[in-house]
């Protein structure tokens, strides 16, 4: 599906960080509700398959890009903002390709899921919650200077954080696992509560 509405802004997503994140921080620097930027970006309100490791929409995100954002290049979306790479490492680029082109038009992961086999493993593709790390997330906000999820944190069967080997978070023990309830496209460090505050975060 096509979208012909093109966005005036989208920030421009951080190293291996994943789509979901980028549109949360897309809508709290715009300021807008998250049906209204799905609307744009999907054509639907749901933002279920975004939080994929292997997002739907893709070509349709793409295309509603301003021009000059490097996601206007849907193949280079797929490389370094899914987890793609990651599942076809070993293939041909014959075989890349191919999935890389399923994955641009499917609305969801199953189909590039079924086309890899990965639902035989034991572990879903999709995680329950999104996950981060505690000490990466001191160290974002103070460089780049925001939070955000990281690709590498939502991949299946990965409990703690490659670089600093700390157990990774789910959320807030007063208000759930991310995505919170009613509040799900939150970055990483905010919650309904304000649990994490800012000394938390800054320290």
């Not at 490791?53 to 903002?81: E, F, K």
Request: aromatic share 8%.
């Amino acid at each position: 599906m096509n979208n012909s509405i093109q966005l005036p802004f989208f920030p421009v997503p951080a190293e291996g960080e994943t789509v979901f994140s980028v549109v949360g921080r897309c809508i709290e620097r715009l300021g807008i509700a998250n049906q209204h930027l799905l609307a744009i970006l999907t054509g639907q309100k749901y933002s279920t398959t975004l939080f994929s490791v292997l997002p739907g929409y893709l070509g349709t995100i793409a295309n509603a890009m301003p021009n000059g954002h490097p996601w206007n290049d849907v193949q280079a979306l797929i490389r370094s903002h899914t987890a793609l790479s990651y599942f076809t490492y070993f293939h041909t680029d014959e075989q890349r390709i191919s999935s890389e082109q399923l994955l641009a038009i499917a609305e969801n992961s199953q189909p590039v899921a079924l086309s890899l086999g990965l639902s035989i493993y034991r572990v879903p593709v999709v995680a329950p919650s999104v996950r981060f790390c505690m000490t990466c997330l001191h160290e974002q906000c103070r460089e780049p200077g925001h939070s955000y999820f990281q690709l590498a944190h939502q991949l299946p069967g990965v409990t703690h954080c490659w670089i600093h080997g700390e157990l990774l978070s789910h959320g807030c023990v007063t208000c759930g696992t991310y995505p919170i309830r009613g509040k799900k496209l939150t970055m990483p460090g905010q919650c309904r509560c304000g649990s994490f505050s800012a000394a938390q975060i800054e320290a």
